[in-house]
């Protein structure tokens, strides 16, 4: 099993930064990629962002390409994301999430994942 703590959200104003972390405890050693999904009211959950431990690849959703930057640090078993230039519609609960590296589903599905955060509230004010 993994557990999985998000921390840093809160409320901010539009064009604001917030750096959310998300700290992988148990066994770790397991995981493969790290995401992070969101899911705002009314709305499906979506991908947001991911990166893999080995070879640190990452990918982003087109909605926040070049304002939002993945990052991890192995050795905390914790990854990061950095949100820049923030919109109203960036608003929702933000989930970290962790896969093993077993399934076949793109790191863009929540199916990818095995484990998830209790998430995190943002919430951009304009």
């Known amino acids: 099993q993994v557990q999985l703590v998000e921390s840093g959200g809160g409320l901010v104003q539009a064009g604001d930064s917030l750096r959310l972390s998300c700290a992988a405890s148990?066994?770790?050693?397991?995981?493969?990629?790290m995401g992070w999904f969101r899911q705002a009211p009314g709305k499906e959950r979506e991908f947001v962002t991911a990166?893999?431990?080995?070879?640190?690849?990452?990918y982003y959703a087109d909605s926040v390409k070049g304002r939002f930057t993945i990052s991890g640090d192995i050795a905390k078993n914790t990854v990061y994301l950095q949100m820049n230039s923030l919109k109203p519609e960036d608003t929702a609960v933000y989930y970290c999430?962790?896969?093993?590296?077993?399934?076949?589903?793109?790191?863009?599905?929540?199916?990818?994942?095995?484990?998830w955060g209790q998430g995190t509230q943002v919430t951009v004010s304009s």
């Open positions: 990166i893999t431990w080995s070879g640190g690849s990452t």
């Open positions: 148990g066994r770790t050693f397991s995981t493969y990629a």
């Open positions: 999430a962790a896969g093993s590296g077993s399934s076949t589903w793109s790191l863009r599905r929540p199916r990818a994942y095995d484990y």
